[in-house]
DNA sequence: TAATCGCTTCGTTAGTAGGCGAAGTGGCGG
DNA sequence: CCGCCACTTCGCCTACTAACGAAGCGATTA
């Protein structure tokens, strides 16, 4: 139950949905995150850090930056299961359509242009 | 996004889940779910039209009873897949076992006795 | 038609969740 | 090894949510 319940308290917030959805296609490093969603730093970080707790969400820690992606739960799973039904109904979504035309945007900026999100 | 996002919510509470649970075999009416929940009646009649608001339940009044039950949502559809994934999710629960159990035996009391919890 | 029954709505209270900025942490580059 | 960079944790505030009892509502029964 519990497990459950961490599942659905996760998908429980419309900026964690897009969040998770804006990883479909690949993964993503908080800054790109951060732009996407425009939010504080420390927020993403918190949704981020909830999906992950859910098991919706998985690490990889490459030099001080970390790439989020959906996890690859196994087939059956409760996680697998919640992944395939948020991306079948969220498909035609207008905002996640916003969204992955800001995410072809974001993940063409510099690594300067990232990093002001940090600094103001 | 908001119909997903309703459904997320209404399926973010442990109370609102085992309800949904409980009507896996068929219709319950209000003072069935009080005595399963142990809730007092505004609460769980809260939880129910938040569930029916997400679409996941669905009513039959008959007389001053008023039925509820899962809702047959066309196959496809984010309520159908998400009544689906729940269900997967959780048939082998504890704590759903146990209201099972507990469903048994509420439905097998008589009018008088599930009455008692709007008196007290 | 008056009383009762099953349920809902209202008002209140306590606990939770989302948001931010400031400070902390650990890995890299100068 | 010192400072910077990407991210996390902490502390605080605001807003929302779950819970209850009391009062209200529509339908049945006496």
Redesign the pocket.
């Given at each position: 139950m519990q497990d459950v319940l961490a599942i659905t308290?996760a998908l429980?917030?419309s900026?964690r949905v897009r969040a998770l959805m804006a990883l479909r296609e690949g993964e993503l490093?908080?800054?790109h995150l951060i732009h996407l969603l425009e939010?504080?730093?420390?927020?993403v970080?918190?949704?981020?850090?909830?999906l992950q707790q859910a098991g919706l969400v998985e690490t990889r820690k490459e030099?001080?930056?970390?790439h989020y992606r959906q996890a690859d739960a196994p087939a059956g799973s409760p996680v697998h299961g919640a992944l395939q039904w948020v991306q079948e109904a969220l498909a035609d979504d207008a905002q996640i359509q916003k969204d992955d035309a800001r995410r072809e945007a974001v993940c063409c900026q510099s690594?300067e242009e990232?990093?002001e999100c940090?600094r103001n």
């Amino acid at each position: 139950m519990q497990d459950v319940l961490a599942i659905t308290k996760a998908l429980a917030d419309s900026n964690r949905v897009r969040a998770l959805m804006a990883l479909r296609e690949g993964e993503l490093c908080l800054c790109h995150l951060i732009h996407l969603l425009e939010l504080a730093p420390s927020t993403v970080s918190k949704h981020m850090s909830i999906l992950q707790q859910a098991g919706l969400v998985e690490t990889r820690k490459e030099g001080r930056w970390i790439h989020y992606r959906q996890a690859d739960a196994p087939a059956g799973s409760p996680v697998h299961g919640a992944l395939q039904w948020v991306q079948e109904a969220l498909a035609d979504d207008a905002q996640i359509q916003k969204d992955d035309a800001r995410r072809e945007a974001v993940c063409c900026q510099s690594r300067e242009e990232l990093a002001e999100c940090y600094r103001n």
